[in-house]
């Protein structure tokens, strides 16, 4: 084992403790109700019409401008090789859980298609998608900037890297709250972007750092200021995309 790789487990092991937890809990309730009526039973459970559209700005924490523009504010200014990283992270992940949406699972529909007018189910979503259920993209995308604010935090205290972890299984968890998707989704969607995160983080990252730092410091702190405003600006602008939508 590469002193590589274990300085690197040792600031992400807090968050691959959580997130094994949850996957056994994920494989426990899928095994024993199903794909779907697991999804009927843990949508249940929501707090109400005002809080459910709450969650509805928080589930889109994974969005493609939303997550890449977080990732970069609380990353860049300290370590711009770990923020580009992340953002190729993100969008590798993305593209592969995308992959399989459109081939390999392109016939398992999402719970607006599958309980159409079915009582008891709770669906919060301005014209919800239907199709290319499995895997979750935005499990995915939550688990991958997860995983590397995880390991940015933990350096500073091991103990965020738990933190993280637990906040990233609310996010995902969100999908099934606000109707979008079924417990497996979020399931396999959190594995790819976990795994496929810390795949990258051991590979790119130094890669990365050979490219931003030897050198070159003084050229990647004379951009951040434009990268810092260019991430609020794309935030913002998101946002106010989302709310003009509802």
Known sequence: MSIEFK???????GYFA??????????????VWGYRDSFKILNEHHWGVHDTASLYFFTHLADGIILPAILVLCIWRRDPALALT???AVFATGILAQVGKMTFFDSWNRPPAVFDDVSGVDIFAPHPPK???????????????????????????????????????????TRVTIGVHFPGDIFAGSVLGTV????????????????????NEH??????????AVAIIGLIAQYINLVMRV
């Open 18 to 31: 959580v997130m094994a937890a949850f996957w056994i809990v994920s494989l426990i309730i899928w095994m």
């Open 86 to 88: 992340a953002i190729i």
């Open 219 to 228: 050229k990647w702190k004379k951009a951040t200021p434009i990268v810092v």
């Open 196 to 215: 496929g995160a810390f795949i990258l983080l051991l590979l790119l990252y130094p890669k990365m750092s050979q490219l931003v730092h030897p050198g």
């Open 131 to 173: 199709r290319h259920s499995f895997p979750s993209g935005h499990a995915t995308s939550f688990a991958t900037g997860g995983l590397f604010l995880a390991y940015f935090l933990s350096s500073w205290q091991k103990w965020m890297g738990i933190v993280i972890g637990i906040f990233t299984i609310f996010l995902c968890y």
């Open 7 to 13: 300085f690197k487990w040792d600031f992400t092991k």
